[in-house]
């Protein structure tokens, strides 16, 4: 049995939607309501069939292509705001996609994939689309065609600093589909909510002055858009496996930009019936690799830019793999010289003391040595995939 929150949320949906329930109604008649669905209702749905999608006039089976009538029987808590139209088409979104990514197939097709993801609730495969660029390239474009594509009502809109900080911005989440986070590059905080809501974890459902309600797990997919990467004090593969970063690059002046929502609007159907083109094993395959060039690239500059360890790495060493040659991780002894300048004691042969020295030029404070060894050895291993280099101990240190 579904506790009563879960109840009150479902209800809310029906009983607020003039199509369903066209009815004006008070407080004790919902009340009422709600207390005979207590009583008699077992309301856990099953598990959502991944081959079917509810539209206004009739489920659909994505493999036939057959519409099928509504019927509660199919436990859908959802339902996308638009009639299926089989004919309906979308080439001004598509030569506009097209545009904003350099002309690059392989990152229509990302994107393509991920608003597969969002239509599917595709939550399982544990990815983040981050979008990442300069006022007038189109993010706020996508977002909103993500947006429609879905339906404002199965979306929520958010920052990180209420993700991660409000006790109640969580419970939001329930029963959508989408979550779009913006503002986050002004963010530099903890995101172990993203983490939660990204890995597939348990988010807390505590609404104000109300009994908290069970944990849930979100099945929305996550758009983060910012105009520089998202800084955060996760530098371990958690996150930065979960980020999809594309770029957008292709800046619109002010005077030629247009009312694109206004002008997308009639091929939003026609958007939908792209995106269900696409197979679902070719969606997940997508989005969990890194496949094309333009998408390694956008990883690596993502890495660098949210990432100071990596950028050490990429500035002060050289990955030559060649049998038997090592370097050790070395203390950090600070030194003075006769004109009071500061070094490190083998700051150009060791990695830690060279680490510590490029900290300071920067103004970073650095890890200790015991969690630098740790992050180098994670970043080397898990996220760069450098799989030929080891960690051990020998006479002369840690290597």
Avoid at 378 to 395: F, G, N, P, Y
């Amino acid at each position: 049995m579904t506790d009563r929150q879960d109840i009150k949320v479902a209800m809310s949906r029906i009983m607020g939607d003039r199509n369903l329930f066209p009815l004006d109604y008070k407080n004790f008649y919902f009340n009422g309501v709600g207390q005979l669905a207590r009583n008699h209702l077992i309301f856990d749905p099953p598990e959502e069939d991944g081959g079917l999608l509810p539209f206004k006039n009739g489920v659909l089976d994505i493999a036939s292509k057959a519409l099928k009538p509504n019927d509660p029987g199919y436990s859908f808590t959802w339902q996308l705001p638009y009639e299926y139209e089989s004919a309906a088409t979308c080439e001004p979104i598509l030569q506009w996609l097209y545009e904003t990514v350099g002309g690059s197939t392989a990152l229509v097709e990302l994107l393509r994939a991920f608003l597969y993801a969002v239509l599917f609730g595709c939550a399982q495969w544990h990815r983040f689309l981050e979008l990442i660029g300069p006022g007038g390239t189109g993010k706020s474009i996508f977002m909103w065609l993500t947006e429609q594509v879905v339906g404002s009502a199965n979306t929520i809109a958010t920052e990180l600093k209420f993700l991660e900080n409000s006790r109640f911005e969580t419970a939001s989440i329930y029963l959508k589909r989408l979550v779009l986070i913006t503002d986050s590059e002004r963010y530099g905080g903890g995101v172990k909510n993203l983490m939660r809501l990204t890995g597939g974890d348990p988010l807390r459902f505590e609404v104000k002055h109300k009994q908290m309600g069970k944990a849930f797990r979100a099945c929305a997919m996550v758009i983060v858009a910012a105009n520089e990467p998202i800084q955060s004090k996760e530098y371990t593969s958690g996150l930065s496996r979960r980020r999809i970063p594309v770029r957008f690059r292709n800046e619109v002046p002010i005077e030629k930009q247009r009312d694109l929502s206004k002008e997308f609007t009639p091929y939003i159907a026609g958007l939908i019936n792209w995106v269900l083109g696409m197979d679902r094993e070719e969606a997940r395959k997508i989005l969990k690799s890194r496949g094309s060039e333009e998408q390694i690239l956008d990883f690596k500059e993502n890495l660098l830019a949210t990432n100071p360890m990596a950028e050490w790495l990429h500035e002060n060493t050289l990955y030559v793999p060649q049998r038997g040659m090592k370097t050790y991780v070395g203390v950090a002894k600070k030194i003075r010289d006769d004109r009071d300048l500061v070094y490190y004691e083998h700051e150009d042969q060791k990695l830690y003391p060279n680490y510590v020295k490029f900290c300071d030029v920067r103004g970073i404070r650095p890890f200790a040595q015991k969690r630098f060894r740790d992050l180098l050895s994670e970043l080397i291993h898990s996220q760069l995939k450098l799989r030929t280099v080891a960690t051990k101990r020998d006479a002369g240190g840690r290597l």
